[in-house]
Structure formats: C-alpha cells, structure tokens
C-alpha cells in the first residue's frame, strides 16, 4: 500500500498570504487527489493533479487560488493563496492504487 | 456527473441496537462504492468497499453494506453497535469513467453507553 508524507501537519496563517503543502509518495502514482475537509463536515474534492498536465479542479475551485503542482509521480503540492479565515481546513492529499484511496496525514490550516 | 447524498446527519443509538446508515449515489453507470469511517481525531479509514459480485459486502469490525443497483444505494448495517463504533461515517463513489472518488457529506454516529 501507499505511504503518502504530507507537510507541514498544521500552520496557523495570517490573512493574504499563502501556504503550500506538500505530499511525497513512496511509490509512483498517476494520480494524486487534493481534498479539503472544513470543520465538520465531509471531504470536497478540490483538484486531481495528473503528472505532466494541468489539474482539473472540481466546480469551485479555481487555479489562481489553488495551484496545483505536479513535477514527477511522487510528488506534488497545492497552494492555498491569498487566504482568509474560510480557508481554515484541514487539506489532505490522497492517491489511488488500485481501487483503493490512501490518504496523507493531513495539514491543518488556521488562518487569523 | 456523480453524487453522493447521506440523508441521516446524526444518529443516536444505545449499545447493542442495530445500525442502518443510508446512502443514495446519482451516476447511471457503472461505479464503485466505499464507507469510510473516521474516529474522533484520528484520519479516514476504509471499512468496505464494493466492486463487482456479490451485493452484499462484508467489512471490518462487524459491518456489512448491501449494493442494491435498482435503488441506486448502498447503506450500511450492522447488527449490534458498540461504545467504539461512535465516529463519523462517509459513504464515496467512484464512476467507471472517472478515476475521482467523491464522498457524501457524512454521518455522525453517536453511542450511548
């Protein structure tokens, strides 16, 4: 199974700035997904990040506040630009291998 | 495009009582689909899945789920919950045409002891 390292495991931001995370899988993968999980409530899709393409973004979201980079199969990071205290979640990174979804360990995201 | 509706937000129940959880996915073709629980704290795990076969899908931990196509559902059951069962459940679909899984807003389980 997948081993997915997520960083960093939570940050605490000031409003307009922007934070990147970062996934590193053990093995490569075609596919990594972006979720988001606001307090209390169910995981929304952000983007998949396909390697050597561009994302596709889910209705909602959009790239300028969200980049998504993809530079090889075990690597890749989303942005959360110009945030605000919306933004607050908990961001994870999953993949697929097989018919089965592994997830990092998450990024919780405060923004003052 | 694919959906997935949990119609019970949270459901109360005392220890031994039985459990159904509800789920409803939109997508006329071929799927599969997941239950996810996430215990307080702690990140998501796969209790069950179905992929093709027989309906009726065993998981972890006592839980089975039935895939009944001409209702387009897939609830989760089981017989006699436990204290340690109290967590967040999600149920998630994936299309055959899409690689993307996509999850139901969630169920909050709640044991009363």
């Not at chain 1, 922007?18 to 990594?32: E, F, G, N, R």
């Not at chain 1, 300028?64 to 630009?81: A, C, G, Q, Y």
């Not at chain 2, 387009?72 to 999600?90: G, I, M």
Request: net charge neutral; hydrophobic share 35%; with cysteine.
């Amino acid at each position: 199974s997948a081993v997915i390292s997520q960083k960093p495991s939570r940050d605490i931001c000031q409003r307009g700035t922007s934070l990147t995370i970062q996934c590193q899988v053990d093995s490569q993968v075609t596919m990594m997904f972006w979720y988001r999980q606001q307090p209390g409530q169910s995981l929304t899709l952000i983007a998949t990040a396909n390697q050597g393409s561009e994302a596709t973004y889910e209705s909602g979201f959009v790239i300028d506040k969200f980049p998504i980079s993809r530079p090889n199969l075990t690597f890749s990071t989303l942005t959360v630009s110009n945030m605000s205290p919306e933004d607050s979640s908990i961001y994870l990174c999953s993949t697929k291998e097989g018919e089965k979804l592994f997830f990092g360990s998450g990024t919780q995201l405060s923004v003052l | 495009a694919q959906s997935v509706s949990q119609h019970n937000h949270h459901v109360i129940l005392s220890e031994a009582a039985s459990l159904e959880l509800g789920c409803n996915y939109s997508y006329g073709g071929t799927v599969n689909l997941f239950w996810y629980v996430q215990y307080p704290g702690q990140h998501l795990q796969l209790l069950l899945k179905y992929f093709s076969g027989d309906p009726l899908v065993k998981g972890i931990k006592g839980f089975e789920a039935e895939f009944i196509k001409s209702k387009f559902s897939f609830n989760l059951r089981k017989p006699s919950v436990q204290w340690s069962d109290t967590a967040e459940y999600f149920c998630a679909v994936m299309s055959s045409s899409a690689s993307k899984i996509i999850f139901g807003s969630g169920t909050r389980l709640s044991i009363r002891p």
